[in-house]
């Protein structure tokens, strides 16, 4: 569906006055893991899509006509290099944005692959970065398919998204998820906002582009986030409780961080995160460090510590993001 408005989009171009943004997008991603007691080339896990060795494209294509801005087209991609456990190398096909974007008097339309309306990761973009959210971690999704509405308000703003709850792949077998979220403030105009959302379906277990078991899973659960820029320092707190997979669960994360040296091109960052599902549970905590070499080159890199796994992992990145 998101495919047919996009290529309507385009074939209108001519007859819109339009403006299109191009980013190229690669990273190197390097480190070690004690557990695994050898060099490692992600910074979560080898399932995961976040971080590995990718190159890719950030294409954005904004259209206008006479009464102001129409709709936005956005597009992101990479191709992972990933190491299997046989050692062979293949390229991992990963999309995070993909979707048409309208704007309506009422309501911001989205259709395609973007953030469900669940929590921190449903405004705050983390795709480039080695720290996780919740999201993350098996609490919701960080991109899903299928459709949204937002709208900005005096007070605040709302959004509510309904999708396939399958996260990077497209996969219909009866998964679905809807989730609504009301914010107090709006970071990008106010500094701060303060969040309260819920999402329920039933999901599939997925991480990154692989499936890690075709039965779904009942997700249940509400939440309070908070997120505030203060003079050079920024926090966020993503907190979430309900059930999921039948059982009792919560998840919470609290971040924060302090931007030095000029035009903020240093930044350290600490953070705790702590989940339970039922009897299990895990906490870890990460501490990192970023310096923008230049305003396309960025250097960063990340300690953690997982309790269940007993694992120190230490990783190293090298990201370069830059307009054509």
Request: charged share 20%.
């Amino acid at each position: 569906m998101a495919g047919v408005l996009a290529l309507l989009l385009i074939k209108a171009a001519p007859v819109l006055a339009s403006g299109t943004l191009l980013y190229l997008e690669s990273q190197g991603v390097a480190g070690y893991s004690s557990a695994e007691n050898n060099a490692i080339f992600y910074s979560m896990h080898e399932e995961d899509s976040m971080q590995k060795p990718s190159a890719g494209f950030d294409y954005i294509q904004k259209f206008s006509g006479e009464s102001g801005d129409i709709a936005t087209l956005a597009v992101q991609i990479r191709a992972a290099f990933d190491r299997k456990r046989s050692n062979a190398i293949y390229i991992e096909p990963q999309l995070y944005n993909a979707y048409v974007k309208f704007k309506t008097p009422a309501f911001d339309i989205w259709i395609g692959h973007d953030r469900p309306a669940l929590g921190l990761s449903s405004y705050f973009d983390s795709h480039g970065l080695l720290l996780p959210t919740l999201a993350m971690v098996g609490f919701g999704f960080d991109r899903d398919w299928g459709g949204g509405l937002y709208r900005q308000f005096d007070f605040g703003d709302m959004s509510v998204s309904a999708t396939t709850g399958s996260g990077m792949p497209v996969y219909f077998k009866g998964s679905y998820f809807t989730s609504a979220r009301i914010g107090v403030g709006v970071l990008s105009r106010d500094n701060y906002t303060i969040g309260f959302s819920g999402g329920y379906g039933r999901l599939l277990d997925t991480k990154g582009i692989n499936i890690m078991s075709r039965d779904l899973y009942t997700f249940g659960m509400g939440g309070i986030d908070y997120a505030q820029l203060w003079n050079n320092f920024e926090f966020r707190i993503d907190a979430l409780a309900g059930k999921k997979e039948g059982e009792f669960a919560v998840a919470a994360m609290f971040r924060v961080g302090i931007n030095l040296l000029e035009e903020d091109r240093l930044k350290i960052e600490i953070q705790p995160v702590y989940w339970r599902t039922g009897h299990e549970n895990n906490y870890q905590a990460y501490g990192s460090v970023s310096y923008a070499i230049t305003e396309y080159l960025t250097v960063r890199s990340m300690y953690v510590y997982d309790y269940h796994a007993n694992d120190h992992k230490v990783v190293g990145q090298l990201y370069f993001y830059w307009r054509v």
